[in-house]
T-cell receptor, first 114, second 114 residues
C-alpha cells in the first residue's frame, strides 16, 4: 500500500546547491504533479505531467525543472537553490488529468535552504 | 481562470462548538469539481469530499456536513460538536473540466481547544 512515495522526507541545503526530489507512485497513474506549500499560501502547482513524456508549467515554475522518467516516477530538480525555495514539497498522482477523482498525495518533503 | 478563496485564515473554537469553514470559488467552466482536504499537524493531506457541479445535494458524514450552493459559488464545510482531533488546516480546492489542474485555496487553520 505504498501509494505515492517521496524521498527524501527532510533536506537542508546551502544557497546555490542543487538537489533532486524524487517521487514514485505504484498505482499505474498517468498524471503526476509537484506542489509547494508555504505558510498562508496553500498548495501551489509547480509543474505537472499529464502523461508519460509530457510536462507542463504550473503557477510557480521558476527555478525548477522536472523529469517524467517513466510512468511511475516524476522528479523535481532545483539547479541552484535559493532561500525563497524553502518550502514543503508535495507530489501527487491521479489516473488521468481530466479525472474528477481526488489526487493521491505523498507525505511531503520538507526542504530548508540556508 | 480558476480561483478559490478561503477568507478565514484561522479559527479557534472551544470543544463541542459547531464551526463552519467558508469556501468561495470562481470558474467559467460549466462542469467542475470541488474538494475538501484536511492537513493534520502530522502534515499529510487527507481527502474528505468531492462534489460535482451538477450535484447540489448537501452531504452529511458523521459530524461533517457540506453545503454546496452554485448561486453563491460557495462550498462550505461544517463540523458539528468539534473535537480536539479536528484541529488541522483545511483546504478547499477546485478542478475545472478537461486537463485543468487542481487549484487550492490558501487554507483555514482550525484550532479546537479542550
Amino acid at each position: 500500500n505504498a501509494g505515492v512515495t517521496q524521498t527524501p522526507k527532510f533536506q537542508v541545503l546551502k544557497t546555490g546547491q542543487s538537489m533532486t526530489l524524487q517521487c514514485a507512485q505504484d498505482m499505474n497513474h498517468n498524471s503526476m504533479y509537484w506542489y509547494r506549500q508555504d505558510p498562508g499560501m496553500g498548495l501551489r502547482l509547480i509543474y505537472y505531467s499529464a502523461s508519460e513524456g509530457t510536462t507542463d508549467k504550473g503557477e510557480v515554475p521558476n527555478g525548477y525543472n522536472v523529469s517524467r522518467l517513466n510512468k511511475r516516477e516524476f522528479s523535481l530538480r532545483l539547479e541552484s537553490a535559493a532561500p525563497s525555495q524553502t518550502s514543503v514539497y508535495f507530489c501527487a498522482s491521479i489516473w488521468s488529468a481530466d479525472s474528477n477523482q481526488p489526487q493521491h498525495f505523498g507525505d511531503g518533503t520538507r526542504l530548508s535552504i540556508l | 481562470a480558476q480561483k478559490v478563496t478561503q477568507a478565514q485564515t484561522e479559527i479557534s473554537v472551544v470543544e463541542k462548538e459547531d464551526v463552519t469553514l467558508d469556501c468561495v470559488y470562481e470558474t467559467r467552466d460549466t462542469t467542475y469539481y470541488l474538494f475538501w482536504y484536511k492537513q493534520p499537524p502530522s502534515g499529510e493531506l487527507v481527502f474528505l469530499i468531492r462534489r460535482n457541479s451538477f450535484d447540489e445535494q448537501n452531504e452529511i458524514s458523521g459530524r461533517y456536513s457540506w453545503n454546496f450552493q452554485k448561486s453563491t459559488s460557495s462550498f462550505n464545510f461544517t463540523i458539528t460538536a468539534s473535537q480536539v482531533v479536528d484541529s488541522a488546516v483545511y483546504f478547499c480546492a477546485l478542478k475545472g473540466s478537461g486537463n485543468t489542474p487542481l487549484v487550492f485555496g490558501k487554507g483555514t487553520r482550525l484550532s479546537v481547544i479542550a
